[in-house]
Protein backbone atom coordinates (compact mmCIF):
# COMPACT_ATOMS: atom_id res chain seq x y z
CA UNK A 1 0.00 0.00 0.00
CA UNK A 2 2.86 2.61 0.90
CA UNK A 3 3.54 1.86 -3.06
CA UNK A 4 0.24 3.62 -3.65
CA UNK A 5 0.74 6.48 -1.49
CA UNK A 6 2.21 8.57 -3.89
CA UNK A 7 -1.22 8.67 -5.73
CA UNK A 8 -2.79 10.88 -2.50
CA UNK A 9 -0.09 13.36 -3.34
CA UNK A 10 -2.69 15.93 -4.55
CA UNK A 11 -5.11 15.10 -1.23
CA UNK A 12 -2.80 15.64 1.39
CA UNK A 13 -4.83 18.35 2.60
CA UNK A 14 -7.73 16.03 2.46
CA UNK A 15 -5.47 13.22 4.28
CA UNK A 16 -3.98 15.60 7.10
CA UNK A 17 -7.53 17.68 7.94
CA UNK A 18 -9.82 15.08 7.49
CA UNK A 19 -8.91 13.53 10.62
CA UNK A 20 -8.43 16.71 12.51
CA UNK A 21 -12.30 17.24 12.26
CA UNK A 22 -12.61 13.58 13.02
CA UNK A 23 -10.63 14.41 16.38
CA UNK A 24 -12.67 17.13 17.57
CA UNK A 25 -16.28 15.23 16.51
CA UNK A 26 -14.56 12.37 19.30
CA UNK A 27 -13.54 15.19 22.09
CA UNK A 28 -17.17 16.40 21.80
CA UNK A 29 -18.26 12.82 21.96
CA UNK A 30 -16.08 11.96 25.25
CA UNK A 31 -17.57 15.33 26.39
CA UNK A 32 -21.03 14.27 26.65
CA UNK A 33 -21.59 11.80 29.12
CA UNK A 34 -19.55 13.74 31.85
CA UNK A 35 -21.85 16.78 30.84
CA UNK A 36 -24.87 14.62 31.35
CA UNK A 37 -23.49 13.54 34.32
CA UNK A 38 -23.36 16.65 35.64
CA UNK A 39 -26.83 17.47 34.51
CA UNK A 40 -28.10 14.67 36.66
CA UNK A 41 -25.81 15.30 39.51
CA UNK A 42 -26.74 18.84 39.49
CA UNK A 43 -29.85 19.89 38.08
CA UNK A 44 -32.14 16.53 38.38
CA UNK A 45 -31.06 15.62 41.13
CA UNK A 46 -32.05 18.94 42.48
CA UNK A 47 -34.84 19.45 40.83
CA UNK A 48 -33.12 22.35 38.76
CA UNK A 49 -35.20 22.96 35.51
CA UNK A 50 -33.03 25.93 34.65
CA UNK A 51 -29.94 23.89 35.27
CA UNK A 52 -31.12 21.16 33.65
CA UNK A 53 -31.95 23.56 30.54
CA UNK A 54 -29.18 24.88 29.69
CA UNK A 55 -26.73 21.99 29.98
CA UNK A 56 -28.89 20.52 27.63
CA UNK A 57 -28.55 23.48 25.88
CA UNK A 58 -24.78 22.54 25.96
CA UNK A 59 -25.16 19.22 25.19
CA UNK A 60 -26.98 19.91 22.02
CA UNK A 61 -24.13 22.59 20.48
CA UNK A 62 -21.93 20.26 21.47
CA UNK A 63 -23.42 17.78 19.54
CA UNK A 64 -24.49 20.11 16.75
CA UNK A 65 -20.74 20.92 16.30
CA UNK A 66 -19.57 17.34 16.59
CA UNK A 67 -21.74 16.40 13.68
CA UNK A 68 -20.31 19.76 11.84
CA UNK A 69 -17.19 18.04 11.62
CA UNK A 70 -18.18 14.96 11.52
CA UNK A 71 -19.40 16.17 7.65
CA UNK A 72 -16.13 18.36 7.14
CA UNK A 73 -14.06 14.92 7.71
CA UNK A 74 -16.70 13.04 5.44
CA UNK A 75 -16.36 15.43 2.32
CA UNK A 76 -12.54 15.16 3.14
CA UNK A 77 -12.45 11.29 2.96
CA UNK A 78 -15.02 11.40 0.13
CA UNK A 79 -12.90 13.57 -2.13
CA UNK A 80 -9.68 11.97 -0.99
CA UNK A 81 -10.91 8.83 -2.15
CA UNK A 82 -12.61 9.60 -4.99
CA UNK A 83 -9.51 11.50 -5.84
CA UNK A 84 -7.09 8.63 -5.10
CA UNK A 85 -9.47 5.75 -7.35
CA UNK A 86 -9.60 7.89 -9.98
CA UNK A 87 -5.13 8.88 -10.06
CA UNK A 88 -5.11 5.08 -9.35
CA UNK A 89 -7.23 3.92 -12.45
CA UNK A 90 -5.73 6.10 -14.94
CA UNK A 91 -2.05 5.13 -14.17
CA UNK A 92 -3.38 1.61 -14.37
CA UNK A 93 -4.95 2.37 -17.26
CA UNK A 94 -2.43 4.01 -19.00
CA UNK A 95 0.13 1.22 -18.04
CA UNK A 96 -1.97 -1.43 -19.19
CA UNK A 97 -2.15 0.45 -22.62
CA UNK A 98 1.88 0.55 -22.36
CA UNK A 99 1.88 -3.19 -22.20
CA UNK A 100 3.50 -5.59 -24.92
CA UNK A 101 1.14 -7.82 -26.67
CA UNK A 102 3.24 -10.90 -24.42
CA UNK A 103 2.51 -8.94 -21.48
CA UNK A 104 -1.48 -8.91 -22.12
CA UNK A 105 -1.19 -12.46 -23.15
CA UNK A 106 0.05 -13.01 -19.74
CA UNK A 107 -2.11 -11.24 -17.16
CA UNK A 108 -5.24 -11.93 -19.58
CA UNK A 109 -8.08 -9.41 -20.33
CA UNK A 110 -9.99 -10.55 -17.30
CA UNK A 111 -7.74 -10.51 -14.57
CA UNK A 112 -6.94 -6.73 -15.72
CA UNK A 113 -10.42 -6.34 -15.65
CA UNK A 114 -10.82 -6.74 -12.20
CA UNK A 115 -7.63 -5.13 -11.11
CA UNK A 116 -8.80 -1.93 -12.88
CA UNK A 117 -12.57 -2.01 -10.96
CA UNK A 118 -12.90 -4.43 -7.78
CA UNK A 119 -9.57 -4.17 -6.57
CA UNK A 120 -9.05 -0.13 -7.18
CA UNK A 121 -12.27 0.29 -5.64
CA UNK A 122 -11.29 -2.17 -2.90
CA UNK A 123 -8.64 0.88 -2.21
CA UNK A 124 -11.15 3.68 -2.23
CA UNK A 125 -13.09 2.73 0.27
CA UNK A 126 -10.25 1.92 2.30
CA UNK A 127 -8.73 5.12 2.18
CA UNK A 128 -11.70 6.75 3.52
CA UNK A 129 -12.13 4.66 6.33
CA UNK A 130 -8.35 5.32 7.26
CA UNK A 131 -9.45 9.06 7.37
CA UNK A 132 -12.56 8.61 9.03
CA UNK A 133 -12.05 5.55 11.44
CA UNK A 134 -8.27 5.23 11.97
CA UNK A 135 -8.41 8.42 14.22
CA UNK A 136 -11.49 7.79 15.61
CA UNK A 137 -11.58 4.39 17.60
CA UNK A 138 -8.44 4.50 19.02
CA UNK A 139 -8.88 7.85 20.48
CA UNK A 140 -12.47 7.05 21.40
CA UNK A 141 -10.97 3.78 23.54
CA UNK A 142 -8.12 6.01 24.73
CA UNK A 143 -10.68 8.66 25.34
CA UNK A 144 -13.09 7.10 27.61
CA UNK A 145 -10.69 5.32 29.70
CA UNK A 146 -9.21 8.93 30.21
CA UNK A 147 -12.29 10.51 31.09
CA UNK A 148 -13.53 7.57 33.66
CA UNK A 149 -10.56 8.44 35.61
CA UNK A 150 -11.86 11.48 35.78
CA UNK A 151 -14.64 11.02 37.22
CA UNK A 152 -13.97 7.80 39.12
CA UNK A 153 -10.64 6.04 39.95
CA UNK A 154 -12.59 2.53 41.39
CA UNK A 155 -14.58 2.97 38.82
CA UNK A 156 -12.19 3.46 35.80
CA UNK A 157 -9.94 0.68 36.91
CA UNK A 158 -12.76 -1.87 36.49
CA UNK A 159 -13.38 -0.33 32.97
CA UNK A 160 -9.63 -0.58 32.02
CA UNK A 161 -8.98 -4.21 32.85
CA UNK A 162 -12.15 -4.97 31.13
CA UNK A 163 -10.98 -3.28 27.97
CA UNK A 164 -8.26 -5.90 27.56
CA UNK A 165 -10.60 -8.95 27.70
CA UNK A 166 -13.02 -7.37 25.20
CA UNK A 167 -9.87 -6.37 22.83
CA UNK A 168 -9.03 -10.56 23.41
CA UNK A 169 -12.19 -11.67 21.98
CA UNK A 170 -12.44 -9.29 19.24
CA UNK A 171 -8.35 -10.04 18.11
CA UNK A 172 -9.43 -13.59 18.12
CA UNK A 173 -12.73 -13.53 16.44
CA UNK A 174 -11.04 -11.37 13.82
CA UNK A 175 -7.84 -13.65 13.42
CA UNK A 176 -10.13 -16.31 12.76
CA UNK A 177 -12.23 -14.56 9.69
CA UNK A 178 -9.30 -12.51 8.31
CA UNK A 179 -8.15 -15.75 6.21
CA UNK A 180 -11.47 -16.50 5.46
CA UNK A 181 -12.47 -12.95 4.00
CA UNK A 182 -9.35 -13.51 2.12
CA UNK A 183 -10.60 -16.96 1.07
CA UNK A 184 -13.82 -15.82 0.16
CA UNK A 185 -12.57 -13.03 -2.27
CA UNK A 186 -10.31 -15.56 -4.54
CA UNK A 187 -13.12 -17.98 -4.60
CA UNK A 188 -15.44 -15.16 -5.49
CA UNK A 189 -13.19 -14.28 -8.15
CA UNK A 190 -12.96 -17.77 -9.17
CA UNK A 191 -16.93 -17.69 -9.68
CA UNK A 192 -16.95 -14.75 -11.97
CA UNK A 193 -14.34 -16.27 -13.82
CA UNK A 194 -16.69 -19.16 -14.18
CA UNK A 195 -19.58 -17.16 -14.63
CA UNK A 196 -17.97 -14.99 -17.65
CA UNK A 197 -16.82 -17.62 -19.20
CA UNK A 198 -20.22 -19.93 -19.31
CA UNK A 199 -21.87 -16.61 -20.76
CA UNK A 200 -19.40 -15.75 -23.19
CA UNK A 201 -19.53 -19.27 -24.21
CA UNK A 202 -23.38 -19.54 -23.73
CA UNK A 203 -23.94 -20.92 -27.80
CA UNK A 204 -21.23 -23.03 -27.55
CA UNK A 205 -22.24 -24.49 -24.23
CA UNK A 206 -26.34 -24.84 -25.94
CA UNK A 207 -25.08 -25.79 -29.40
CA UNK A 208 -23.44 -29.25 -27.63
CA UNK A 209 -25.82 -29.53 -25.32
CA UNK A 210 -23.38 -29.49 -21.94
CA UNK A 211 -26.22 -26.87 -19.85
CA UNK A 212 -26.23 -29.74 -17.01
CA UNK A 213 -22.58 -29.60 -17.03
CA UNK A 214 -22.55 -25.83 -16.78
CA UNK A 215 -24.55 -25.84 -14.19
CA UNK A 216 -22.65 -28.02 -12.64
CA UNK A 217 -19.35 -26.72 -12.24
CA UNK A 218 -21.11 -23.43 -11.51
CA UNK A 219 -23.24 -24.80 -8.54
CA UNK A 220 -19.67 -26.15 -7.54
CA UNK A 221 -18.18 -23.08 -7.13
CA UNK A 222 -21.12 -21.49 -6.26
CA UNK A 223 -21.57 -24.04 -2.97
CA UNK A 224 -18.11 -23.73 -1.97
CA UNK A 225 -18.45 -19.93 -2.01
CA UNK A 226 -21.78 -20.37 0.22
CA UNK A 227 -19.68 -22.86 2.86
CA UNK A 228 -16.63 -20.36 3.43
CA UNK A 229 -19.47 -17.28 3.47
CA UNK A 230 -21.51 -19.59 6.02
CA UNK A 231 -18.65 -19.81 8.51
CA UNK A 232 -17.41 -16.30 8.30
CA UNK A 233 -21.26 -16.04 9.05
CA UNK A 234 -21.06 -18.21 12.08
CA UNK A 235 -17.91 -16.20 13.41
CA UNK A 236 -19.93 -13.01 12.84
CA UNK A 237 -22.75 -14.36 15.00
CA UNK A 238 -20.66 -15.01 17.73
CA UNK A 239 -19.06 -11.22 17.81
CA UNK A 240 -22.66 -10.13 19.24
CA UNK A 241 -22.82 -12.35 22.13
CA UNK A 242 -19.16 -12.65 23.35
CA UNK A 243 -18.49 -8.69 23.05
CA UNK A 244 -22.17 -8.41 24.64
CA UNK A 245 -21.14 -11.42 27.75
CA UNK A 246 -18.07 -8.88 28.17
CA UNK A 247 -19.91 -5.68 28.09
CA UNK A 248 -23.00 -7.06 30.36
CA UNK A 249 -20.54 -7.88 33.16
CA UNK A 250 -18.57 -5.16 32.80
CA UNK A 251 -21.72 -3.03 33.11
CA UNK A 252 -22.89 -5.17 36.72
CA UNK A 253 -19.51 -5.11 38.24
CA UNK A 254 -19.18 -1.03 37.77
CA UNK A 255 -22.95 -1.16 39.03
CA UNK A 256 -22.37 -3.48 41.99
CA UNK A 257 -18.84 -1.59 42.72
CA UNK A 258 -20.86 1.94 42.06
CA UNK A 259 -24.16 0.72 44.05
CA UNK A 260 -22.11 0.81 47.23
CA UNK A 261 -20.50 3.62 46.84
CA UNK A 262 -23.95 5.58 45.81
CA UNK A 263 -25.38 3.44 49.27
CA UNK A 264 -22.04 5.49 51.29
CA UNK A 265 -22.66 8.48 49.79
CA UNK A 266 -19.43 8.92 48.30
CA UNK A 267 -20.61 8.35 44.14
CA UNK A 268 -23.50 10.10 42.73
CA UNK A 269 -25.94 8.25 40.22
CA UNK A 270 -24.94 10.33 36.98
CA UNK A 271 -21.74 9.30 37.14
CA UNK A 272 -22.90 5.71 37.18
CA UNK A 273 -24.39 6.39 33.50
CA UNK A 274 -21.43 8.05 32.41
CA UNK A 275 -19.25 4.85 32.59
CA UNK A 276 -21.89 2.51 31.12
CA UNK A 277 -21.71 5.60 28.12
CA UNK A 278 -17.90 5.30 27.99
CA UNK A 279 -18.11 0.91 28.41
CA UNK A 280 -20.99 1.39 25.52
CA UNK A 281 -18.20 3.76 22.88
CA UNK A 282 -15.14 1.31 23.66
CA UNK A 283 -17.41 -1.29 22.95
CA UNK A 284 -18.26 0.39 19.12
CA UNK A 285 -14.72 1.77 18.63
CA UNK A 286 -13.20 -2.22 19.30
CA UNK A 287 -15.93 -3.09 16.63
CA UNK A 288 -15.09 -0.98 14.09
CA UNK A 289 -11.14 -1.51 14.77
CA UNK A 290 -11.77 -5.66 14.18
CA UNK A 291 -13.66 -4.19 11.29
CA UNK A 292 -10.33 -2.44 9.74
CA UNK A 293 -8.67 -5.07 9.90
CA UNK A 294 -10.48 -7.20 7.73
CA UNK A 295 -10.64 -4.29 4.96
CA UNK A 296 -7.03 -3.91 5.87
CA UNK A 297 -6.52 -7.61 4.73
CA UNK A 298 -8.88 -7.61 1.92
CA UNK A 299 -7.43 -4.20 0.78
CA UNK A 300 -3.98 -5.37 0.97
CA UNK A 301 -4.69 -8.41 -1.29
CA UNK A 302 -5.98 -5.74 -3.56
CA UNK A 303 -3.11 -3.53 -3.56
CA UNK A 304 -0.81 -6.30 -4.33
CA UNK A 305 -2.91 -7.44 -7.28
CA UNK A 306 -2.58 -3.58 -8.48
CA UNK A 307 0.84 -3.72 -8.06
CA UNK A 308 1.96 -6.04 -10.07
CA UNK A 309 0.63 -4.36 -13.02
CA UNK A 310 1.12 -0.66 -11.89
CA UNK A 311 4.67 -2.24 -11.12
CA UNK A 312 4.81 -4.45 -13.97
CA UNK A 313 8.80 -4.07 -15.50
CA UNK A 314 8.84 -2.71 -19.04
CA UNK A 315 9.92 -5.69 -21.91
CA UNK A 316 12.90 -4.41 -23.07
CA UNK A 317 12.92 -3.45 -27.00
CA UNK A 318 15.79 -5.80 -28.67
CA UNK A 319 17.54 -4.07 -30.62
CA UNK A 320 16.45 -3.69 -34.33
CA UNK A 321 18.65 -4.78 -37.48
CA UNK A 322 20.46 -2.35 -39.77
CA UNK A 323 18.77 -0.98 -42.49
CA UNK A 324 18.26 -2.72 -45.85
CA UNK A 325 19.55 -1.91 -49.03
CA UNK A 326 17.40 -1.62 -52.19
CA UNK A 327 14.76 -3.37 -50.27
CA UNK A 328 11.01 -4.41 -51.14
CA UNK A 329 7.94 -2.99 -49.24
CA UNK A 330 7.88 -5.65 -47.43
CA UNK A 331 10.50 -8.09 -45.78
CA UNK A 332 11.26 -11.23 -43.50
CA UNK A 333 15.06 -12.23 -43.03
CA UNK A 334 15.20 -15.67 -41.16
CA UNK A 335 12.67 -15.35 -38.71
CA UNK A 336 11.94 -17.09 -35.65
CA UNK A 337 9.78 -16.52 -33.46
CA UNK A 338 8.05 -18.92 -29.94
CA UNK A 339 5.27 -17.70 -27.48
CA UNK A 340 5.82 -17.69 -23.83
CA UNK A 341 5.40 -21.00 -22.55
CA UNK A 342 4.40 -22.45 -26.23
CA UNK A 343 6.54 -24.13 -29.17
CA UNK A 344 8.46 -22.54 -32.10
CA UNK A 345 5.70 -20.62 -34.25
CA UNK A 346 7.79 -19.55 -36.73
CA UNK A 347 11.61 -20.93 -37.99
CA UNK A 348 13.79 -19.23 -40.45
CA UNK A 349 11.13 -16.99 -42.36
CA UNK A 350 12.37 -15.22 -45.10
CA UNK A 351 10.03 -13.66 -47.20
CA UNK A 352 8.76 -10.38 -49.47
CA UNK A 353 6.17 -8.61 -51.18
CA UNK A 354 7.46 -5.40 -53.35
CA UNK A 355 5.19 -2.63 -53.50
CA UNK A 356 1.45 -2.51 -55.52
CA UNK A 357 1.78 -6.69 -54.86
CA UNK A 358 -0.78 -8.57 -53.46
CA UNK A 359 0.99 -11.67 -51.25
CA UNK A 360 -1.40 -14.83 -50.35
CA UNK A 361 -0.13 -16.81 -47.54
CA UNK A 362 -2.10 -19.96 -46.73
CA UNK A 363 -1.30 -23.00 -44.80
CA UNK A 364 -3.19 -25.40 -41.92
CA UNK A 365 -4.31 -24.22 -38.81
CA UNK A 366 -1.69 -23.20 -36.20
CA UNK A 367 1.06 -23.08 -38.92
CA UNK A 368 2.28 -19.56 -38.42
CA UNK A 369 0.51 -17.45 -40.87
CA UNK A 370 -0.99 -15.02 -38.62
CA UNK A 371 2.19 -14.90 -36.20
CA UNK A 372 3.47 -13.67 -39.39
CA UNK A 373 0.73 -11.03 -39.54
CA UNK A 374 1.45 -10.04 -36.12
CA UNK A 375 5.29 -9.56 -36.18
CA UNK A 376 4.67 -7.07 -39.35
CA UNK A 377 2.30 -4.84 -37.73
CA UNK A 378 4.65 -4.83 -34.59
CA UNK A 379 2.75 -6.34 -32.01
CA UNK A 380 5.49 -8.83 -31.31
CA UNK A 381 9.08 -8.42 -32.06
CA UNK A 382 11.08 -11.71 -33.38
CA UNK A 383 13.33 -13.82 -31.36
CA UNK A 384 16.23 -13.48 -34.30
CA UNK A 385 15.98 -12.26 -37.36
CA UNK A 386 13.79 -9.15 -38.53
CA UNK A 387 10.78 -7.72 -40.11
CA UNK A 388 11.75 -5.08 -42.46
CA UNK A 389 9.36 -2.17 -43.91
CA UNK A 390 10.49 -0.27 -46.70
CA UNK A 391 14.19 -1.54 -45.58
CA UNK A 392 13.95 -0.26 -41.93
CA UNK A 393 13.25 -2.90 -39.58
CA UNK A 394 9.59 -2.16 -37.84
CA UNK A 395 11.23 -1.83 -34.61
CA UNK A 396 13.02 1.29 -35.43
CA UNK A 397 9.47 2.49 -37.14
CA UNK A 398 8.15 5.23 -34.47
CA UNK A 399 4.84 3.55 -33.40
CA UNK A 400 2.96 6.01 -34.57
CA UNK A 401 4.36 6.05 -38.15
CA UNK A 402 4.04 2.43 -38.04
CA UNK A 403 0.59 2.35 -37.12
CA UNK A 404 -0.41 4.68 -40.09
CA UNK A 405 1.68 2.55 -42.57
CA UNK A 406 0.53 -0.27 -41.74
CA UNK A 407 -3.18 -1.40 -41.05
CA UNK A 408 -4.42 -4.85 -39.49
CA UNK A 409 -7.94 -6.29 -40.22
CA UNK A 410 -7.82 -9.97 -38.00
CA UNK A 411 -10.52 -12.18 -37.96
CA UNK A 412 -12.43 -11.45 -35.09
CA UNK A 413 -13.35 -7.87 -36.00
CA UNK A 414 -13.46 -5.57 -33.03
CA UNK A 415 -16.12 -2.50 -32.90
CA UNK A 416 -16.96 -0.30 -30.48
CA UNK A 417 -19.59 1.78 -28.89
CA UNK A 418 -20.74 4.61 -31.61
CA UNK A 419 -22.20 5.45 -34.96
CA UNK A 420 -21.30 3.12 -38.24
CA UNK A 421 -19.47 6.48 -39.42
CA UNK A 422 -17.51 6.71 -35.75
CA UNK A 423 -15.83 3.34 -36.07
CA UNK A 424 -15.11 3.37 -39.84
CA UNK A 425 -13.01 6.82 -39.07
CA UNK A 426 -11.85 5.24 -35.77
CA UNK A 427 -8.54 5.66 -36.92
CA UNK A 428 -9.14 9.04 -38.57
CA UNK A 429 -11.30 11.01 -36.74
CA UNK A 430 -11.55 14.10 -38.85
CA UNK A 431 -12.01 12.06 -41.84
CA UNK A 432 -14.59 13.87 -44.09
CA UNK A 433 -17.93 12.22 -44.87
CA UNK A 434 -17.24 11.34 -48.49
CA UNK A 435 -14.27 9.93 -47.47
CA UNK A 436 -15.82 7.26 -45.05
CA UNK A 437 -18.67 6.58 -47.84
CA UNK A 438 -15.66 5.53 -49.80
CA UNK A 439 -14.09 2.93 -47.58
CA UNK A 440 -17.29 1.64 -47.12
CA UNK A 441 -17.83 1.19 -50.54
CA UNK A 442 -14.92 -0.32 -50.83
CA UNK A 443 -15.00 -2.65 -48.22
CA UNK A 444 -18.47 -3.61 -49.55
CA UNK A 445 -20.09 -2.27 -46.42
CA UNK A 446 -22.25 0.84 -47.81
CA UNK A 447 -25.53 -1.12 -49.10
CA UNK A 448 -25.78 -2.81 -45.44
CA UNK A 449 -25.27 0.38 -43.69
CA UNK A 450 -27.52 2.74 -45.82
CA UNK A 451 -30.32 -0.33 -44.80
CA UNK A 452 -29.59 0.53 -41.45
CA UNK A 453 -32.24 2.43 -39.33
CA UNK A 454 -29.95 5.55 -39.77
CA UNK A 455 -27.96 4.50 -42.11
CA UNK A 456 -23.78 6.23 -41.18
CA UNK A 457 -25.27 7.12 -38.17
CA UNK A 458 -26.74 4.15 -36.61
CA UNK A 459 -25.31 3.33 -33.20
CA UNK A 460 -23.19 0.27 -32.76
CA UNK A 461 -23.71 -1.64 -29.87
CA UNK A 462 -20.76 -2.44 -27.42
CA UNK A 463 -18.43 -5.52 -29.56
CA UNK A 464 -21.02 -4.71 -32.81
CA UNK A 465 -23.70 -7.28 -31.02
CA UNK A 466 -26.11 -5.92 -33.41
CA UNK A 467 -24.43 -6.71 -36.92
CA UNK A 468 -23.76 -10.22 -38.03
CA UNK A 469 -20.38 -11.55 -38.28
CA UNK A 470 -19.97 -10.60 -42.18
CA UNK A 471 -21.25 -6.66 -41.39
CA UNK A 472 -18.96 -6.59 -38.74
CA UNK A 473 -15.76 -7.52 -41.07
CA UNK A 474 -16.52 -5.43 -43.44
CA UNK A 475 -16.75 -2.54 -41.12
CA UNK A 476 -13.17 -3.49 -39.84
CA UNK A 477 -11.98 -3.59 -43.38
CA UNK A 478 -13.75 -0.07 -44.38
CA UNK A 479 -12.07 1.49 -40.97
CA UNK A 480 -8.53 0.06 -42.24
CA UNK A 481 -8.93 1.18 -45.59
CA UNK A 482 -9.69 4.81 -44.46
CA UNK A 483 -6.22 4.78 -43.10
CA UNK A 484 -5.03 4.58 -46.76
CA UNK A 485 -1.92 2.65 -45.49
CA UNK A 486 1.46 1.61 -47.27
CA UNK A 487 0.28 -2.11 -46.04
CA UNK A 488 -3.20 -3.10 -45.70
CA UNK A 489 -3.14 -7.04 -43.78
CA UNK A 490 -6.08 -8.98 -44.10
CA UNK A 491 -5.67 -11.64 -41.50
CA UNK A 492 -8.25 -13.85 -42.72
CA UNK A 493 -10.80 -10.53 -42.53
CA UNK A 494 -13.09 -12.00 -45.15
CA UNK A 495 -13.89 -15.56 -43.35
CA UNK A 496 -17.83 -14.87 -42.64
CA UNK A 497 -17.70 -13.20 -46.13
CA UNK A 498 -19.80 -15.22 -49.18
CA UNK A 499 -17.56 -16.06 -52.49
CA UNK A 500 -19.38 -13.50 -54.18
CA UNK A 501 -18.82 -10.16 -52.07
CA UNK A 502 -15.54 -11.71 -51.25
CA UNK A 503 -14.48 -11.09 -54.58
CA UNK A 504 -16.23 -7.78 -54.97
CA UNK A 505 -13.87 -6.56 -51.83
CA UNK A 506 -10.71 -7.35 -53.64
CA UNK A 507 -10.87 -5.97 -56.38
CA UNK A 508 -12.23 -2.93 -54.79
CA UNK A 509 -9.02 -3.28 -52.53
CA UNK A 510 -6.55 -3.61 -55.52
CA UNK A 511 -8.17 -0.87 -57.30
CA UNK A 512 -8.38 1.22 -54.49
CA UNK A 513 -4.32 1.98 -54.58
CA UNK A 514 -2.17 0.51 -56.76
CA UNK A 515 0.86 1.32 -54.66
CA UNK A 516 -0.63 -0.67 -51.51
CA UNK A 517 0.92 -3.97 -50.98
CA UNK A 518 -2.00 -6.27 -49.60
CA UNK A 519 -1.20 -9.46 -47.29
CA UNK A 520 -3.80 -11.94 -47.45
CA UNK A 521 -3.61 -14.69 -44.38
CA UNK A 522 -6.56 -17.43 -45.20
CA UNK A 523 -7.19 -20.66 -45.39
CA UNK A 524 -9.20 -20.60 -48.21
CA UNK A 525 -7.67 -21.28 -51.62
CA UNK A 526 -10.38 -19.06 -53.11
CA UNK A 527 -9.02 -15.71 -51.24
CA UNK A 528 -5.65 -16.27 -52.08
CA UNK A 529 -5.50 -18.05 -55.66
CA UNK A 530 -6.01 -14.71 -57.55
CA UNK A 531 -3.18 -12.79 -55.48
CA UNK A 532 0.32 -12.07 -57.26
CA UNK A 533 2.13 -14.56 -55.00
CA UNK A 534 1.26 -17.37 -52.68
CA UNK A 535 3.52 -18.43 -49.92
CA UNK A 536 2.97 -22.06 -48.38
CA UNK A 537 3.52 -22.59 -44.23
CA UNK A 538 3.79 -25.63 -42.87
CA UNK A 539 4.82 -25.73 -39.48
CA UNK A 540 6.51 -22.48 -39.12
CA UNK A 541 8.26 -22.72 -42.46
CA UNK A 542 7.76 -21.40 -45.93
CA UNK A 543 7.58 -24.45 -47.96
CA UNK A 544 6.52 -22.85 -51.58
CA UNK A 545 6.59 -19.92 -52.63
CA UNK A 546 4.89 -18.66 -56.16
CA UNK A 547 2.02 -17.91 -58.34
CA UNK A 548 -1.11 -20.78 -58.54
CA UNK A 549 -0.26 -22.36 -61.20
CA UNK A 550 3.28 -22.91 -60.16
CA UNK A 551 2.66 -24.10 -56.83
CA UNK A 552 0.17 -26.50 -58.07
CA UNK A 553 3.01 -28.14 -60.34
CA UNK A 554 6.00 -27.58 -57.81
CA UNK A 555 4.66 -27.87 -53.30
CA UNK A 556 3.01 -31.16 -52.29
CA UNK A 557 1.24 -29.08 -49.55
CA UNK A 558 -0.29 -26.78 -51.92
CA UNK A 559 -1.54 -28.97 -53.98
CA UNK A 560 -3.32 -30.83 -51.52
CA UNK A 561 -5.43 -28.14 -49.59
CA UNK A 562 -6.30 -27.14 -52.83
CA UNK A 563 -7.91 -30.93 -54.02
CA UNK A 564 -9.43 -30.68 -50.66
CA UNK A 565 -10.98 -27.32 -51.19
CA UNK A 566 -11.66 -27.48 -54.89
CA UNK A 567 -12.70 -30.02 -57.66
CA UNK A 568 -9.39 -30.96 -60.19
CA UNK A 569 -10.96 -28.53 -62.47
CA UNK A 570 -11.43 -25.90 -60.31
CA UNK A 571 -7.84 -26.32 -59.02
CA UNK A 572 -5.81 -26.35 -62.43
CA UNK A 573 -8.12 -23.66 -63.95
Not at 278 to 283: F, N, S
Not at 321 to 340: E, G, H, K, M, Q
Not at 356 to 366: K, M, N, Q, S, Y
Request: glycine share 10%; proline share 3%.
Amino acid sequence: MKRLAVYLKDYKKECLLGPVFKFIEVIFELLLPTVLTVMINRGVAAHDRAFVLKTGLLMAGMAALGYGSALICQKFAARASQGFGTALRGAVFEKVMGFSCRQLDGFGASTLTTRLTNDVSQLQVLVAMMIRLFVRAPFICIGAIAMSFFLDTRLALLLLAATPVLALVIWLLTKSAAPLYARYQRLLDRLTGTLRESLSGVRVVRAFGKEADERARFGGANDELTAVGRRIGDLSALFNPLTSLVINLTVAAILWVGGGQINAGRLEQGTIIAFVNYVTQILYALAVISNLIILVTKSGAAAERVCQVLYAPDEAPSAPLPPLADAPRIAFRDVTFSYPGGGRALDGVTLDAGRGETLGIIGVTGCGKSTLAALLAGFYAPDSGGVFLDGTDVRAVPEAELRRRVAVVQQKAVLFSGTAAENIAFGRPDAAMEEIRSAARAAQAEEFIEALPKGYETRIERGGANLSGGQKQRLAIARALLMRPDVLVLDDASSALDYLTESKLRAAVRARSSDMTVLVVSQRVGVIRGADRIAVMDGGRIVGAGTHRALMDSCPEYRELCLSQLTGEEAAS
